[in-house]
């Protein structure tokens, strides 16, 4: 199986695909996210891999606005605990690094390490195991990156400091994506992880209209896990709700809340149901 | 008065300050929202003014981030409509034009623009009104850049090209923030807008705790205008929870909401009350 991701071989994103769909599945590197979206809805590959939220960022909001433009199904997720490492050529050793390449989001998540070495700079790069890549395909002199150890390996640079983020509490949480028919993946008749099923939907323009929405689910003590807010286009100041309700989309009290939702909402769409990871 | 904002002078910024604080506000430009924060924290300015949401791209998280971290309240709104125009200097004609320099978000909402004149390479330029500057100064031949009216006025660039946005749906929502204890600003006692009133919340980490703390609002019959889900630090998969309600946090309704919403919520804090725009 191909699953294309954003971003050089050897991003968090692969290591997604690995505990997605094992370690024969053949990562497919695209530059942008919509070159991800595109490569599946093109049929170049089996499936597709996006982040969605992270533990520290919060969500990546053009997903979520790709899920509904796209007619993909949501077939399973996953979580990543993020580790930043520095990373350099095999002759380079702490003492000599003073500048430091990453994504500015990996940057940011490494304050503290910056603090404490103030002889290093930091280097705006368009992405955190591209800049391994760069370091040592160019070997530009006294340089760094901060990237996985997968992008370490990949590129077979040294990691000079492991875990060099801030925040342990630091993951990523990522859906595999497949065309529209694929059926939830991981899950086995005795996998004890409860179900999880994913909604986009919009409200009637009226009062009380979001929380009428969210009783059809509350009433039936189904729980929430997560909201996210989007603009409506066309609608300034309407907005798409994007819902995780923990249940599967065939039990038949999630059927009923649907079924409820349905008659509150303009618009409703299942985007999938799967394992929660 | 003074009002930090970020970006250059001609910024859609600027015109946030002009209506909300009149034409004799004084704009104090900062290059990060961080820098706009600290000017008002530091004292160097009266106060400051940030964009919060924007139809079509959607909230400004960091902004939503950064009420939590300081202590200003709000007290005021309102909404610019954004209007791109291609500007150049005075001797550049349209048939000209090679290059347009403007803001990642700014030219990516001029997209028929630029499918329709593929003759034109776009160049991401870190601010709006800075690509205006840019060009005025540096003269790049055969250049021109996407900015607001006043950026144009502000440099003496001409407009070539006006309102070569995609949808004219698009407005930006900017909240006035000042020292605690600042009344709202822009109330009159003739004024026919309605009060709201923004909350930052966490509920306890239970089935329907989202739905049960809307209940304190909902059942009250107070309106929900906004919605917005943060990452909480430090407890992975908990979110902060943003609301804009219609009503003052002086009405004994309000009130009792927030008292009863208090009870419901492990943290509550109201962000302000003012005018809706």
Not at 51 to 76: Q, W
Request: glycine share 6%.
């Amino acid at each position: 199986m191909t699953a294309a991701f954003q971003g050089e071989l050897g991003a968090f994103s692969q290591q997604a695909i690995a505990q997605l769909l094992g370690p024969k599945a053949r990562p497919f590197p695209c530059p942008q996210f919509d070159d991800v979206f595109a490569a599946l809805a093109d049929g170049n590959v089996d499936a597709a891999v996006i982040p969605i939220e992270n533990t520290l960022y919060g969500s990546i909001h053009g997903n979520y606005d790709r899920l509904l433009k796209h007619d993909f199904v949501i077939t399973a997720e996953t979580r990543v605990r993020i580790v930043h490492n520095l990373i350099a050529p095999p002759e380079t050793n702490f003492a000599q690094v003073r500048n430091v390449y990453s994504h500015q989001v990996a940057l940011d998540q490494c304050l503290d390490f910056f603090a404490d070495n103030k002889q290093i700079q930091r280097e705006t790069f368009y992405d955190t195991a591209g800049s391994v890549k760069m370091v040592m395909e160019e070997r530009p002199p006294a340089s760094a990156a901060i990237a996985s150890e997968l992008a370490a390996k990949i590129y077979k640079g040294r990691i000079l400091k492991r875990g060099i983020e801030d925040d342990r509490e630091n993951f990523t949480r990522f859906f595999l994506l497949e065309h529209p028919g694929a059926k939830p993946r991981g899950g086995t008749a005795r996998s004890s992880k409860p179900w999880k099923t994913s909604l986009v939907f919009t409200t009637h323009n009226t009062p009380g209209a979001l929380f009428r929405a969210l009783s059809a689910l509350a009433l039936r003590d189904l729980s929430l896990t997560k909201i996210e807010s989007r603009p409506l286009r066309g609608k300034p100041w309407e907005y798409l709700f994007y819902i995780d309700l923990i249940g599967r989309s065939e039990d038949k009290v999630v059927k009923n809340a649907l079924s409820h939702l349905g008659e509150l909402c303009d618009f409703l769409r299942v985007l999938g149901t799967y394992r929660e990871a």
